[in-house]
């Protein structure tokens, strides 16, 4: 879901229970779900084109109303073949009853380029019983909940789908010889791996901030983030929690899942040939290409880069958010106070990090709706950089990993104009261990701080 939904052409008819007996009639006595629960008074006739998990037990979903607008409805999956109540079965012992689908016909699967374990399918709905949630034509608001968590997931299986591309690219580079040595010493191969894995960190952090900003919100600052790590990171303040995780969320879904697109195309190149073959020996887990397929989706469904530009543009001008300027008097105070906790060996970085602010905040001030949607992957992109570098910043100022430091240096220099070497003050050796160890991980580091490596 999440493209464009007003076109939806699937239709919810309230029953009566004069209907509802009538129904019963037509389809062999079932009221009942395939766990015995009573189906809902609505009935769903329509067409979905994209539908995920068609194996799975239950189904939320939008359907227009006689009273307009569009309405969010739970549906399950099967329904009982007759009328049994089977709430006790297992109590006493039953046989498994019999079901069927619930008014729900899979058309085709459809033919996809990756996550083929996953049925998405073309479903027709005839009859299909439902219930209601919340409020009738208030669907979209309903639904934004699920939406909301659903890109969380996106971009945090984007950053794991990375990481396994980056165990496969560190195990074939402890293994594959070059010009008579192991790709793992050569430096080359190292500086090119080592900023990918500080891209990687980059995303990660930044979907993990969206995963402790959602625990936050959940169980309260006093329970999920007093006594942590990241008690200067995350607002004690539950309505500024709410604004920037609503703000960082479109930015987040959309730039660490094209990010993952493009840093596991790179773990492909680094087996070479091998990377381009369906490796499947071993069970498929040094299947790269496989991990590559699987995550070129995750930019589209949900919402495409461009729908997430759109809504965080929508965030931005939304009145009702953060005293009418989100950006301003939500973002620009956290990023300004976290910036204050962050130490003095990262001054420099931390003043890049002012200056990209202030341009955003400069972009912002003034700008139409429309000039915002025009630049709204530019704004995408400006958010992404200034957070993922201040919880790169905080993550050096708070951790004993010294490669935490290093990292954090080295993406806000990657984003800096007019940077052509990386080459550190250590001279040319010194930049190549620094590439080892943000690739490979130290080894005189305690088991705790090198597992997250
Ligand atoms: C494998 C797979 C499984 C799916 N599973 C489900 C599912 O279970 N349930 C479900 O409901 N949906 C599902 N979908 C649908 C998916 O959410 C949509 O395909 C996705 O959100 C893109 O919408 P669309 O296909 O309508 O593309 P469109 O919105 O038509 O996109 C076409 C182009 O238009 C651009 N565009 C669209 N809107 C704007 C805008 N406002 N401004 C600028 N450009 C714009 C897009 O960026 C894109 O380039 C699935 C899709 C796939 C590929």
Known sequence: MTGDVSGTETVATRLTPQDIERELGDNGGSNADAVGMPLGPWKIDGFKWFSSATDSEMSVLL??????????????????????????????????????????????????????????????????????????????????????????????????????????????????????????????????MADETVKYWASTHFAFLGVALQGALEQGWEAAVRNTGASQL????????????????????????????????????????????????????????????????????????????????????????????????????????????????????????????????????GATKEELLYNGRDVLKSIETITSGLVLLYDATTSPDPIALKAAQRYIRSKSPNVTTQISRDGLEGAVADDKSIFLGSSNLQPSVSSKL
């Open 234 to 365: 995350i607002p004690q303040d539950k309505a500024q929690t709410a604004d920037l995780l609503r703000l960082l969320l479109p930015v987040m879904k959309a730039q660490v899942s094209v990010a993952s697109v493009h840093g596991l195309r790179n773990c492909m190149e680094c087996l070479g040939g091998v990377g381009y073959c369906e490796n499947n020996e071993d069970g498929g887990l040094m299947n790269v290409a496989k991990v590559y397929r699987d995550q070129l989706v995750n930019p589209i469904w949900e919402g495409t880069i461009s729908v997430m530009a759109e809504d965080c543009v929508r965030v931005i001008l939304d009145k009702r958010l953060g005293d009418s300027d989100v950006l301003a008097n939500v973002f620009a105070p956290w990023v300004r106070h976290v910036l204050e906790v962050v130490g003095a060996e990262l001054q420099m970085e931390a003043e890049f990090i002012e200056e990209r602010l202030q341009r955003l905040l400069d972009v912002a001030r």
């Open 63 to 192: 359907a227009r109303t006689a009273k307009g607008g569009l309405s969010a409805f739970y549906m399950p999956m099967r329904r009982l073949v007759g009328n049994r109540d089977t709430r006790n079965d297992a109590i006493y012992g039953d046989v498994t009853p019999s079901t069927e689908l619930n008014g729900v016909r899979i058309q085709r699967l459809k033919n996809k380029l990756g996550t083929k374990s996953l049925p998405t399918a073309e479903l027709e709905l005839k009859g299909a019983r439902a219930w209601l949630i919340g409020t009738e034509g208030q669907g979209v608001k309903e639904i934004s909940a699920i939406l909301n968590i659903t890109r969380l997931h996106t971009a945090v299986s984007s950053a794991a789908n990375w990481a396994r591309g980056l165990a496969i690219s560190r195990a074939y580079s402890k293994v594959r010889k070059v010009r008579g040595g192991l790709l793992q010493d050569n430096p080359a191969h190292l500086r090119w």
